[in-house]
């Protein structure tokens, strides 16, 4: 049966976000057109979604491409929303930044350009990142929307992950610009560090960083001086709530909490005793990039309300990871 609520495509079906969006889209009472890229050489099990609740019925695949946009068409057609979440992503800086930069801003506009035959689209989110907000030199501890990661100063970080954080920053600028300039009608969230549980096979790069002190990655500390965290269900409770919100505008940023190192340290250890975790002193000598904090104030005035703390952004990664045997 169709779902009551109408048809929607999500690109980027296979990944963290994507696969959950789709659960609770399907859970919502929509049909979810869902795009995956294929690879002829290596058959994806894809039984983690088909096997979802209500997917049987509302529940089709597509196979789709960014460097081939024109792909996405036939998954887009006859939906009334899109949810943009598919990107590349290169954390060891395999391919030039301009490679990566071109694939994604080209595929995301090749895809609004299809939105833009669509007779039926009512809206699209599209899925930014943290990265595209805090990275500009800026001192201050709390960034709301109007702060925009600086290309250049990026780069002058000279990170792994520098072509990831650039290529997020372009691409969302391009496709508010692109939706203003042609009356598409479309609105951006801006995740902090997504934790919590999944259901795609792979473990979430960004849940591996989350537990690097359990993991016992020494190369990952740096990256949780000061922690901004999201429950994966309210990310994506959240991109519905958008798509259904009567009249959203622009950017919203999505993060609910913020631990710092020496906080993770003492957390983890009391909560968490059968793990060897890093001690308190000891964390405090580790350098690193201060993530400032995501204010989320433009959501919650719009009438979003987060689910989930810290004590189950931890609970339900470790649970997870523990079931798929990654603990």
């Excluded at 894809?46 to 996405?72: C, H, K, R, V, Y």
């Excluded at 009356?183 to 537990?211: E, H, M, Q, R």
Aim: hydrophobic share 35%; net charge negative.
């Amino acid at each position: 049966m169709e779902g009551n609520k109408g048809r929607v495509c999500v690109t980027g079906g296979t990944g963290y976000i994507g696969s959950w969006i789709i659960k609770r889209l399907l859970e919502n009472g929509y049909s979810v057109n869902a795009t995956i890229r294929s690879n002829p050489e290596h058959e994806k099990d894809l039984s983690f979604l088909t096997s979802l609740p209500g997917a049987s019925q509302n529940l089709q695949i597509f196979s789709a491409d960014l460097e081939n946009p024109e792909s996405f068409g036939a998954a887009i057609e006859g939906c009334i929303g899109v949810f943009l979440v598919a990107t590349p992503i290169d954390f060891k800086g395999r391919e030039p930044e301009e490679v990566v930069n071109k694939r994604t801003i080209d595929g995301t506009l090749g895809i609004l350009k299809a939105c833009l035959n669509s007779k039926t689209l009512k809206r699209i989110v599209y899925t930014s990142s943290a990265s595209a907000v805090v990275f500009n030199g800026k001192d201050i501890e709390v960034m709301d929307e109007s702060f925009w990661s600086d290309v250049d100063y990026i780069r002058s970080l000279n990170s792994s992950g520098d072509s990831y954080f650039i290529s997020k920053t372009l691409t969302e600028k391009s496709a508010l610009e692109f939706a203003e300039q042609h009356g598409l009608d479309l609105v951006t969230i801006i995740p902090s560090f997504v934790f919590g549980p999944f259901i795609c096979p792979k473990l979430p790069a960004s849940i591996y960083t989350s537990l690097a002190m359990v993991f016992g990655d020494k190369d990952q500390y740096s990256y949780l001086i000061n922690f901004p965290m999201i429950h994966v269900d309210d990310v994506a409770k959240a991109h519905i709530f958008l798509f259904e919100h009567s009249n959203p505008k622009g950017r919203y940023n999505c993060s609910s909490d913020a631990i710092t190192i020496e906080g993770m340290s003492e957390f983890l250890s009391s909560k968490y005793p059968d793990f060897t975790i890093p001690t308190v002193e000891s964390v405090k000598e580790i350098k690193g990039y201060k993530f400032p904090s995501l204010s989320p104030k433009k959501l919650l005035d719009a009438g979003f309300k987060f689910k989930y703390g810290i004590n189950e952004m931890f609970d339900d990664a470790i649970q997870c990871c523990k079931e798929k045997g990654y603990l």
